[in-house]
């Protein structure tokens, strides 16, 4: 056994450097231990104790090592082996020093923006992250490097967001956030995003889940998008005054690939709703406009020549014909439709029409004590649409995020009668995942739902893409086919409803999910609005 | 850390390329300072960080920390393969009587009727020596673990002259920039100089404990740590630590928070993190056992 060391004195690598140097001389052949230490004196002391202390080295120094020296001592079977390790320690130490002259490029990490775009000067986007209270700063930087900005992280201050959103549109980039989603940009998804078709409907939008919707209806109905531009949940409120929705609908105007355009967002306030449709009406090619969760008599009055659709199925559909295809592909469109032009009919005529023959056999059998709908939503604009449409037939609908402030929940109350919850709202995400990432605490809602008598229905949106859950229905199906179990044993019919947004080509497999889904007794519907229609037909029947 | 600073203009970029790491920093009066290079930015009146958690506004009750420790104790003696001193864990602070090299099952059940004088650690039954190990860390573990059993006890009796004694015998321990018995030691300087009042039966507050030790680790160790250490003291820590001190606070039900706030700080340097929380744990035991030195969770 022979023992060799090497002193670097006033040494300053990190310890992730320092360990990944000592593991790589120990890992050779020949080498039986080795250190990468401080030479403070009870490290001194320990490779002592270690059979490391390379005396006759330290003692041919001229002046003993101290707290800030770096020592690098070797045991090997040999001298030779002994100086092979050291020699690639010391080489391994000296390309941490200057990383872009000696190893290769790939395996280094840029550490600043500057540094990624000396790397890779063809970038022209940068997908932001982090917490929003730095989210800006990272932002504001790319756009000064001249980059284009897919901002995702929320919680950035809105006077953070009025200045990137000014910087941005000076400089003729596009800012997707804060808090934007969903955007697929040349056909590449960013954020939580579906695997869809190109084709000629593009779409502006400030609500992610709003984009999803739209994407997957569309692919489901054979047609595909030319581009999706997320603005931002914020971009209609009148402190921003929708600069970026502006923008994007500048840039689908000006697009040759693009030949109908749909517009989504929450509910805008009245001056920016005007200003926006006022453009819309400018724009040459077709326009589509959803806010679901909107009364549809809101916005009439000022559309002008833009359409607008009471709901993303609808909005999809006349998208779909504008752009000469079928609307009819559109899934959940018949129901959709019927219900629209329905007036007077009755619910137990309008639930026959609805030719969905599990569901009627759903209706028969729910008890008397079973009145109300519970709806657990992960997208908040998939919630605000389906409550638009159950408030509709079925009367008020209580929740964190209610279309009136009088159906708002009371602090600490679960369920009040016919309830939904946005559970991706920022009371229930704080310190824990998103719920189309980590499905705890929705499963947890579930089972509470499903043990109160008073629930007849379930309605639930499960998202598939990228970034989502990589296969919901394997946590979901058990839970859902559990919950009726549940109900069963206790002499009630849980009927469970799953608005399932996705597509064939998204890693879950839209027709996978479905099948699972559906085999745990779930009623699964592609389009949101129709699953709404639904969980009302049955809670109409019931009261009848 | 408490003297991090980062700018968002490009334009200084040429000035900031010469710096290197001693050269001498001034911060005050709303400006850095940076005379090696001839380099003085003004700084924008942004809020700074605050290194110290704010751990007066927690409602510290001593049973929710306890439940939190005992929870977190686990979680770290489950980490031991990754090097440093988690591998004490298990030993130092739930009463394990060996090391073993996964750790995951305790060679006896937590059986709160262990006798005390029984917890003798045997190491050298336990190490893997296949080829490639490393057999220092071993050596290492074999190394500390009295010293923090000493230091833990001479905290409870108060004995300054004991606190020192160990701290010789920690400070500059062990592999990387800040060696493990530093991190080790600040994670414990930082609980006993913030929550020294909170936790403790007498309420008395601790700091000039959490001094004695930084000022025995100065001449002992690397600059970076030593610095780092003194800020422990002061209860002045890196953000990951904080937030997880913070969390300890959390109602008891709260897991997600306090697993989360772990899960960052167990991320932090190769083994730093993790040799932190370590020390945070030997502290809160330090505060909470005034009676007897060798108490199990």
Redesign the interface.
Do not use: F, H
């Given at each position: 056994m022979v023992v060799r060391a090497l002193l670097q004195r006033?040494a300053?690598?990190?310890?992730?450097t320092?360990?990944a140097v000592?593991q790589a001389a120990?890992?050779l052949p020949g080498v039986e231990?080795a250190?990468?230490?401080?030479a403070?004196?009870?490290?001194c002391?320990?490779?002592r104790?270690?059979g490391?202390f390379p005396d006759a080295f330290l003692a041919e120094q001229d002046t003993p090592p101290g707290?800030?020296d770096l020592l690098i001592v070797v045991r090997a079977i040999d001298e030779m082996h002994a100086a092979i390790a050291l020699a690639i320690a010391e080489e391994r130490l000296a390309t941490r020093e200057s990383p872009a002259v000696a190893a290769p490029p790939e395996t280094i990490v840029p550490r600043s923006l500057?540094a990624a775009i000396r790397r890779d000067p063809d970038a022209n986007l940068a997908v932001i992250s982090v917490a929003g209270e730095h989210a800006w700063?990272e932002a504001?930087?790319a756009l000064?490097?001249g980059l284009h900005v897919f901002l995702f992280s929320d919680n950035v201050p809105i006077q953070r967001e009025q200045a990137l959103k000014t910087l941005a549109i000076q400089r003729g980039l596009l800012l997707m956030g804060p808090d934007c989603g969903t955007a697929i940009i040349n056909g590449v998804g960013l954020g939580f995003a579906n695997v869809v078709p190109r084709g000629p409907i593009g779409i502006a939008g400030a609500s992610g889940t709003g984009i999803q919707q739209l994407t997957c209806l569309i692919a489901a109905a054979g047609m595909g998008i030319s581009q999706a531009i997320g603005t931002g949940g914020r971009d209609l409120s009148e402190a921003i005054g929708g600069s970026m929705m502006r923008r994007a609908l500048e840039l689908l105007a000006d697009d040759s690939q693009t030949a109908v355009i749909v517009l989504v967002s929450k509910p805008p306030a009245d001056l920016v709703a005007r200003e926006i449709l006022r453009i819309v009406a400018q724009i040459a090619k077709p326009v589509v406009a959803v806010f679901p969760g909107a009364d549809p008599y809101r916005f009439a009055a000022i559309a002008g020549s833009g359409r607008m659709a009471r709901t993303l199925t609808e909005g999809a559909a006349l998208a779909i014909a504008l752009a000469g295809g079928d609307p009819a592909r559109v899934p959940g469109w018949e129901i959709v439709n019927s219900d629209a032009a329905s007036e007077a009919i009755t619910s137990r005529a309008r639930f026959h029409s609805m030719a969905e023959p599990h569901l009627a056999v759903e209706c028969m059998q729910v008890t008397l004590s079973q009145r109300y709908v519970r709806a657990l939503y992960s997208g908040g604009t998939l919630c605000d649409e389906a409550m638009l449409l159950l408030s509709e037939r079925i009367g008020p609908i209580a929740s964190n995020i209610p279309l009136y402030p009088n159906w708002a929940l009371a602090p600490g109350e679960t369920f009040r009668g016919h309830t939904a919850l946005d559970l991706g709202a920022d009371e229930f995400t704080q310190?824990?995942p998103h719920p189309m990432i980590d499905p705890t605490l929705r499963l947890h809602y579930l089972a509470r739902a499903a043990e109160d008598p008073e629930t007849a229905v379930i309605l639930l949106d499960i998202v598939l893409g990228f970034v989502a859950h990589q296969n919901p229905a394997a946590v979901y199906a058990p839970a859902i086919a559990q919950a009726r179990t549940t109900a069963a044993a206790a002499g009630r019919m849980l009927s469970v409803i799953v608005s399932l947004c996705g597509t064939e080509g998204d890693p879950q497999r839209f027709s996978t999910q479905c099948a699972a889904l559906e085999a745990a007794g779930a009623l699964v519907f592609a389009s949101n609005a129709a699953a709404a229609l639904a969980a009302a037909s049955i809670i109409e029947a019931n009261g009848q | 850390m408490p003297n991090g600073l980062?700018l968002?203009a490009?334009a200084v970029?040429g000035p900031l390329q010469q710096l290197k790491?001693?050269m001498g920093v001034w911060i005050g009066n709303g400006m850095v300072r940076i005379p090696a290079c001839e380099l003085c930015i003004r700084l924008p009146t942004a809020f700074p960080w605050e290194p110290r958690p704010t751990v007066a506004a927690g409602c510290w009750h001593r049973d929710t920390v306890a439940h939190h420790a005992f929870l977190l104790a686990h979680h770290l003696a489950g980490r031991s393969t990754q090097?440093g001193l988690a591998v004490l864990a298990g030993p130092l602070l739930l009463g394990w009587t060996e090391l073993h090299a996964d750790n995951i099952y305790p060679p006896m059940l937590l059986n709160s009727s262990a006798k005390p004088g029984h917890h003798r650690q045997s190491m050298a039954t336990a190490y893997p020596s296949a080829g490639?190990s490393?057999?220092?860390q071993a050596?290492?573990a074999?190394?500390a673990l009295p010293a923090l059993r000493a230091l833990a006890l001479a905290t409870q009796k108060q004995d300054i002259a004991g606190v020192v004694e160990a701290a010789q015998?920690?400070?500059?321990?062990?592999?990387?920039?800040?060696?493990s018995?530093d991190d080790t030691l600040a994670g414990f300087a930082a609980v006993i100089a913030l929550l020294g009042a909170q936790l403790s039966t007498d309420a008395a507050p601790r700091e000039h404990i959490a001094a004695a030790i930084a000022a025995t680790a100065r001449?002992?160790?690397?600059?970076?740590s030593a610095t780092l250490l003194a800020h422990a003291a002061h209860g002045e820590v890196a953000e990951p630590l904080g937030d997880l001190l913070l969390a300890l606070v959390q109602p008891g039900a709260?897991h997600?928070?306090l697993f989360?706030a772990a899960a960052r700080l167990l991320s932090l340097?190769?083994?730093?993190g993790c040799d932190a929380l370590l020390g945070v744990l030997l502290g809160l035991q330090a505060l909470s056992d005034e009676t007897c030195a060798e108490n199990v969770y």
């Open positions: 006033n300053y690598y990190d310890s992730i320092l360990m000592a120990r890992d231990d250190g990468a230490v401080m403070t004196e009870l490290n002391e320990l490779l104790n270690a490391l707290p800030s500057e700063l504001e930087q000064r490097l310190g824990r | 980062r968002s490009t970029a790491p001693g090097g490639g490393w057999c220092s050596t290492l074999q190394m015998r920690l400070a500059g321990l062990g592999p990387g920039l800040t060696p018995g001449p002992r160790t690397t600059m970076l709260e997600e928070t989360q340097g190769a083994t730093s």
